[in-house]
C-alpha cells in the first residue's frame, strides 16, 4: 500500500508525506517540529514512523523544522551534499549527490538537480515498491529530465507558484520580481502548464491520441507552492481550463492546508492496474 499526502506548501511553508502504511518519508520539513508533528496526527502518522527526511534545499519554507525534528526522532536528514546549513545539529545528515540510485529502507530514490537560487537545490524521484512519485518544486524553469521523470511517476507534486501578470503588477521591488522569475527562482502557472503540456506529448497523449489512452496510466498531479502575495487557486485553475490534455487528475493544493492523497494499493491506483 502506498500513501501520500500535502502537509501544507506555498511561500510559508512545504512539506510532503509519503510510506507504505507502517514506513514513512518527509519531503522537507518547513513546518516547525511542533507543527510537523500536528499535521502528522491530522493525516494518522506518527512522527515515530517518520524514517527519513529528504532535503529538496534549505530555504527557510522547506528547513524550518528539519533540525529540531530530526533530534527529537533521531530520523537522518538526506540532501545533496552542496547543501548549506549546519549538520552537527541534525541526529544524522547524509549527503547525496545527483542522479545516483539509492536506497533507505523500502525506499529506492534519487535526486535531480533543479534550478533555484540555492546551491544543491534537488527534486526527487521516489520507488517505494513499484509506487512512484516525484517532486519537482522550486525550479526556475524545467529540463527533458524532470519530463522523463515525471512520465514514470504515478504522482507528481509539481510547482505553480505565480501568476505571470500579479508578479509584473504587484508591489514587490524590482529586485525581488526578476529573483522570482528567473532561471533560478520558481514555475509560474503558464510554465506549469506548458510542462503538462509537454509531459503529456513525451507520453504519447496528445489530444489526438487521448480516445485510446486507458485511464490506468493516468497521472496524479498535484500543483503546488502557491505564493502568497503573486497567485490565487482561481489563477491556476482558469490556466488548466486552458490546456489540451486531459490525462492527468490534477489537484491545485491551496496554501498552507493540507492535502490527502489517495491511497494506492501497490501497483493499483483507483482500481485500475498501472
Ligand atoms: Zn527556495
Ligand atoms: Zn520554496
Redesign the pocket.
Known amino acids: 500500500m502506498s500513501i501520500y499526502h500535502v502537509l501544507g506548501s506555498g511561500s510559508d511553508a512545504n512539506s510532503y508525506v509519503f510510506g507504505d502504511g507502517e514506513d514513512f518519508y518527509l519531503v522537507d520539513a518547513g513546518f516547525s517540529c511542533k507543527q510537523l508533528c500536528i499535521r502528522l496526527g491530522e493525516v494518522g502518522i506518527a512522527p515515530e514512523q517518520i524514517r527519513a527526511i529528504f532535503l529538496t534545499?534549505t530555504?527557510g519554507?522547506?528547513f524550518r523544522g528539519v533540525s529540531v525534528f530530526s533530534r527529537k526522532f533521531q530520523v537522518p536528514v538526506i540532501g545533496h551534499k552542496s547543501l548549506y546549513y549546519d549538520r552537527s545539529k541534525v541526529y544524522q545528515s547524509v549527503d547525496i549527490s545527483h542522479n545516483k540510485d539509492l536506497i533507505i529502507k523500502n525506499c529506492k530514490f534519487h535526486a535531480f538537480k533543479t534550478y533555484?537560487?540555492?546551491e544543491g537545490?534537488s527534486g526527487y524521484f521516489f520507488d517505494l515498491n513499484g509506487f512512484n512519485l516525484s517532486v519537482i518544486t522550486?525550479t526556475g524553469y524545467y529540463c527533458q529530465k524532470m519530463l522523463e521523470i515525471a512520465s514514470k511517476s504515478n504522482v507528481v507534486f509539481l510547482e505553480s507558484n505565480y501568476d505571470e501578470q500579479m508578479l509584473a503588477n504587484g508591489d514587490y521591488p524590482q529586485d525581488l520580481k526578476r529573483r522570482i522569475a528567473s532561471k533560478h527562482g520558481h514555475l509560474s502557472n503558464n510554465q506549469a502548464c506548458d510542462f503538462l503540456t509537454e509531459l503529456a506529448v513525451l507520453m504519447g497523449k496528445n489530444e489526438n491520441e487521448a480516445i485510446q489512452i486507458a485511464d490506468s496510466s493516468t497521472i496524479d498531479v498535484y500543483l503546488c507552492h502557491l505564493s502568497l502575495n503573486n497567485n490565487t487557486l482561481q489563477r491556476v485553475e482558469s490556466g488548466l481550463k486552458l490546456l489540451k490534455c486531459d490525462n492527468f487528475n490534477i489537484t491545485v493544493c491551496p496554501r498552507g492546508e493540507i492535502v490527502i492523497g489517495k491511497q494506492a494499493e501497490r501497483g493499483l491506483i483507483n482500481g485500475s492496474i498501472i
Open positions: 534545499h530555504h519554507d522547506h533555484h537560487d540555492s537545490s522550486d
